[in-house]
Every structure is written in structure tokens, then in C-alpha cells.
């Protein structure tokens, strides 16, 4: 069993940063990834950014690519996310998620999911 919970969520402007923070506890090493995915009100749920336990090898969504920057701490099991240059359309509630045997990017690959942290970035 797997369990993550994330912080760092809250109110921006546009063009401000947020680092969003996930803690996994148990056994997260028997799968390959942890991921950020959000979802924004009406819309589907959607891959962010993903990285790798071991290798550290990352992947971004076009949208947020040079924008985000996902980051690992494995002794301690937290993977972060930096956002910078924060878009109104970033705004959505953002899970993490550890899994990806499947695709690192596909989120029915992911087998365990966080409560969500809203983010708002107000124009």
C-alpha cells in the first residue's frame, strides 16, 4: 500500500511560481514513477510531469515544458514540483501519483493517487 499526500498548493498571480510537495510512504519503490497530473474544473484529468525512482529521467507536458520542473528526494520519498511563469490556465487541482509500468505519462498507468492541492492563478 502506498500513500501520498501533497502540499504547496494556493493562490498566485499570473507569472508567480509555487513548488507543490508530495510525501509517499510505503512500498513506492516497486513502481517506476511518480507523477503530477491536475485536472481543472469540467475538463479530464491530465498528465503534468513525471519522473523516474531510479535514473531520475523526467517528462513534461508540452504545456508546461520550461515552465515546471519535477525533482525527486528519495531518501526522504518526496518528489516536488516547481512551477514558474504560472498561467491562468494552470489553475486545476494537482495530484500526485506513483505507478507508470504502463507509460510514466499515461494516467490509467498510475495505481495510487493524493487527495489534490488546488492552485489558482488569478490574471
Known amino acids: 500500500q502506498v500513500q501520498l499526500v501533497e502540499s504547496g498548493g494556493g493562490l498566485v498571480q499570473a507569472g508567480g511560481s509555487l513548488r507543490l510537495s508530495c510525501v509517499a510512504s510505503?512500498?513506492?519503490?516497486?513502481?517506476?514513477?511518480m507523477g503530477w497530473f491536475r485536472q481543472a474544473p469540467g475538463k479530464e484529468r491530465e498528465f503534468v510531469a513525471a519522473?523516474?525512482?531510479?535514473?531520475?529521467?523526467?517528462y513534461y507536458a508540452d504545456s508546461v515544458k520550461g515552465r515546471f520542473t519535477i525533482s525527486r528526494d528519495n531518501a526522504k520519498n518526496v518528489v516536488y514540483l516547481q512551477m514558474n511563469s504560472l498561467k491562468p490556465e494552470d489553475t486545476a487541482v494537482y495530484y500526485c501519483?506513483?505507478?507508470?509500468?504502463?507509460?510514466?505519462?499515461?494516467?490509467?498507468?498510475?495505481?495510487?493517487w493524493g487527495q489534490g492541492t488546488q492552485v489558482t492563478v488569478s490574471s
Open positions: 501519483a506513483v505507478g507508470g509500468s504502463m507509460g510514466v505519462m499515461t494516467r490509467t498507468s498510475y495505481d495510487y
Open positions: 519522473i523516474t525512482w531510479w535514473g531520475g529521467g523526467t
Open positions: 510505503g512500498r513506492t519503490f516497486s513502481s517506476p514513477a
